[in-house]
């Protein structure tokens, strides 16, 4: 449904922006722009400027973190969906989403930092993660929204990803949209049924539309003005797409949806432009949003307890996966004395 996003050009002027200023050597340097100019791909061994390494370290953890705290507001749900299928559905999406975070911290760990750290900073409430996952599922069709819409404006923002200039994180995120896809499909295919249901799965539909709509366009990060990593994320073919064309694109994409699924997303504004080509759309909510990526939502200190206790509860596995593999070296080395 969002894959024809692999094709676009890079129409945000990803390569009018000016180098920053920097203590690197300059032949290295010069190498390095040489190859991002081109398209090229940056590997893990390759020599890299330090704040290239510290952007893709930043976004890739905040990625990674993303998918594990956005396991929570839908697992919640699994002893309550409401039929065998749906469960093995949402079974197999949150063990999907526990999936991608393992392999963008692995992606993050190729530029030398742990995955301890990178925990650490999650956990002690350093590092962000996505806001969307900072507001509560009231009832199923929560779950099918989170779906249709959480995962749609996902897929939008990382298509352009599986085309960024490192290449673990270009990589991994081919898989982990071909998934997301999935997870999309599957979310509007719960809708469309509770949307031929009676007159409450009819509002409870409408009603979780109403509660998401905002948040999911917010989803895509501050308006292009005050992005402050764009114009450098975009320079090195981090970032493709800007946030304020991502956002477009993905009302663009929305709106014939919303119609056919028969429901009415909450914007008064919302109407096409002709001239622009593009669906105009009202204000949002930047204070709100602010205030919950700043840890003031109205779930982000449940998710971060939830997510702490998890880990702690945890360490008993990660000890015992260790002394196994201590155990099979051992064994390992003294056969082959
Ligand atoms: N939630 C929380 N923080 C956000 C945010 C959001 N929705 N949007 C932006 N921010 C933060 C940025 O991280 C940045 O903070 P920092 O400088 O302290 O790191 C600050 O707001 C300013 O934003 P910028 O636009 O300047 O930042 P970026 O250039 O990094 O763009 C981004 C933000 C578009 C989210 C980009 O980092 C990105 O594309 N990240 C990879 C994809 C991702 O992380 N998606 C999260 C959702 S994943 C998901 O939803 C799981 C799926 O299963 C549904």
């Keep these: 449904m ?111 930092t742990s995955r301890d750290q990178m925990l650490d900073a999650l956990h002690t409430g350093k590092a962000k993660y996505s806001s969307i996952f900072n507001y509560p599922t009231l009832n199923w069709a929560d779950v099918g929204v989170i779906g249709w819409l959480v995962d749609g404006a996902a897929i939008m923002n990382q298509i352009p990803l599986c085309r960024c200039s490192y290449g673990p994180y270009s990589r991994a995120m081919v898989r982990v949209c071909k998934e997301e896809s999935f997870h999309q499909r599957q979310g509007y295919e719960a809708l469309l049924v509770m949307m031929k249901g009676n007159q409450a799965q009819k509002d409870m539909v409408q009603d979780a539309v109403n509660r998401y709509w905002w948040k999911c366009l917010a989803m895509f990060g501050p308006p292009d003005a005050d992005s402050p990593n764009s114009a450098q994320g975009m320079r090195w073919g981090i970032k493709r797409i800007s946030n304020d064309d991502l956002r477009q694109k993905f009302i663009d994409a929305t709106v014939p949806q919303a119609k056919v699924l028969g429901v009415t997303l909450p914007d008064p504004d919302l109407k096409w432009n002709e001239e622009r080509g593009h669906h105009d759309y009202g204000q949002i909510d930047w204070d709100e949003f602010w205030a919950t990526v700043n840890g003031n939502g109205p779930c982000n200190k449940e998710r971060l307890a939830t997510r702490v206790k998890a880990h702690n509860d945890g360490a008993w596995v990660r000890d015992a996966a260790l002394a196994h593999a201590r155990k099979q070296q051992q064994r390992q080395l003294k056969e082959a004395a």
Excluded at 10 to 17: A, F, L, N, P, Y
Excluded at 71 to 90: C, D, F, T, V, Y
Aim: aromatic content about 8%; charged content about 25%; overall charge negative.
């Design 2 to 112: 969002y894959t024809q996003s692999f094709n676009v050009p890079d129409e945000s002027g990803q390569r009018t922006v000016k180098p920053i200023a920097h203590t690197e050597p300059p032949e290295q340097m010069a190498r390095f722009d040489a190859r991002i100019d081109a398209d090229g791909r940056i590997e893990p061994q390759d020599w890299m400027p330090e704040a290239y390494r510290k952007t893709l370290v930043r976004q890739i953890s905040q990625h990674a973190h993303s998918e594990i705290v956005g396991m929570l507001p839908e697992g919640n749900w699994i002893s309550r969906a409401p039929s065998l299928k749906r469960k093995a559905i949402l079974i197999a999406k949150v063990q999907d989403e526990g999936g991608h975070g393992l392999y963008l911290y692995s992606a993050a760990e190729t530029l030398g």
